[in-house]
């Protein structure tokens, strides 16, 4: 085996594994500017999103730049047996909901109904309790929160963590399928316009709907609507991801509609808002999104159906203009010449 062969070998093992851990360190430390609790709970956890595509398009190769940039990231915020603990819940977490999800076979596109349900209900809902439980209970077993504060605690971890696969692996997800420079260059310029009106129509709308009282985020749900109508997934994750962002750092200022909470009245309200965005986002745009693809098969049933049948009509053309050539008949003789 050649020198460049092994090189290459050994990049397609490790790449993606590093990769995954710098990505995951460095969405770690924006996710920590917004924490809640004990410096290190935060209502949106990016890693998590990060964490699980990166295993659905690399595999179980990228476990181990996930569990050592998650043990740095704990490390520098908390005790060391604490942070050893909340790295494996960090790396558990996502291992068992990619391994769910390919237990009912979910596809990266996200573009059929059972996805999207398996992303929220598997991935974000079941498999971030794993690590939101680990999390809390070594914050509690080595002092750092009282056994009081758990509840508060646990729920905080798991909508931040949650929060992580419902709007950022979406969003990564979306940004695979334009990828390239070509896809891009093919979108028109209107359709560019009416992309970002909708990003900063989003913003504005949820700002000002976490801000005021009555209380009217309702007015997001047109948004999310729109985008997910318009422009499938690569619309409604962008959306989803904003009106989730805005949100927390909402409930983290303590503005109006959630100023007179406490911390687990807010996170309970917190994570139904955004899994409900989430969940309105990411169905409808699956349901558009196999109602074009059913459009599709139609549409190139009727152009199959249409070459067939002009097949048929040149064929019965020709034999009308060309009869058929009939073979000669020989009778056979009576006898001798007399």
């Not at 690569?234 to 750092?249: D, E, F, K, R, Y």
């Amino acid at each position: 085996m050649t020198d460049g062969s092994v090189l290459k070998r050994y990049v397609t093992t490790f790449a993606p594994a590093f990769v995954a851990g710098v990505a995951y360190y460095a969405a770690a430390r924006i996710g920590l500017l917004q924490e809640l609790v004990n410096g290190q709970v935060t209502p949106l956890w990016p890693p998590t999103g990060i964490a699980l595509v990166g295993l659905l398009l690399f595999g179980l190769r990228t476990w181990p730049g996930i569990a050592v940039a998650a043990l740095v990231v704990n490390m520098s915020v908390g005790p060391i047996a604490a942070a050893v603990a909340i790295s494996v819940g960090n790396t558990l977490a996502p291992v068992g909901a990619y391994f769910l999800l390919r237990r009912v076979g979910f596809r990266v596109e996200l573009d059929r109904r059972r996805d999207a349900l398996a992303l929220i209900f598997l991935a974000a809902m079941a498999g971030m309790a794993v690590s939101a439980t680990i999390g809390a209970g070594a914050l509690v077993l080595t002092g750092v929160v009282s056994p009081a504060d758990f509840a508060a605690t646990w729920s905080v971890w798991w909508t931040g963590d949650a929060m992580g696969v419902l709007v950022v692996a979406p969003f990564l997800l979306a940004l695979r399928a334009v990828r390239t420079m070509r896809a891009l260059r093919e979108i028109r310029l209107w359709r560019w316009i009416e992309f970002l009106a909708l990003l900063a129509g989003t913003f504005v709308v949820t700002a000002v709907a976490t801000r005021t009282t009555p209380n009217v985020v309702f007015l997001v749900s047109p948004f999310l609507i729109w985008a997910a109508l318009r422009f499938q997934l690569a619309g409604a994750a962008p959306c989803a991801l904003v009106v989730s962002v805005v949100t927390i750092q909402a409930v983290a200022s303590g503005s109006v509609p959630f100023a007179d909470t406490d911390l687990l009245t807010s996170m309970v309200i917190l994570q139904a808002f955004n899994a409900s965005a989430a969940l309105t986002a990411l169905i409808l745009a699956t349901i558009i999104a196999e109602r074009n693809q059913a459009y599709a098969q139609v549409e190139l049933a009727c152009v199959r159906l249409a070459e067939v049948v002009s097949q048929l009509d040149r064929g019965r053309l020709v034999t009308a203009l060309i009869p058929p050539v009939s073979s000669p008949t020989y009778e056979p003789s009576s006898g001798a010449d007399e």
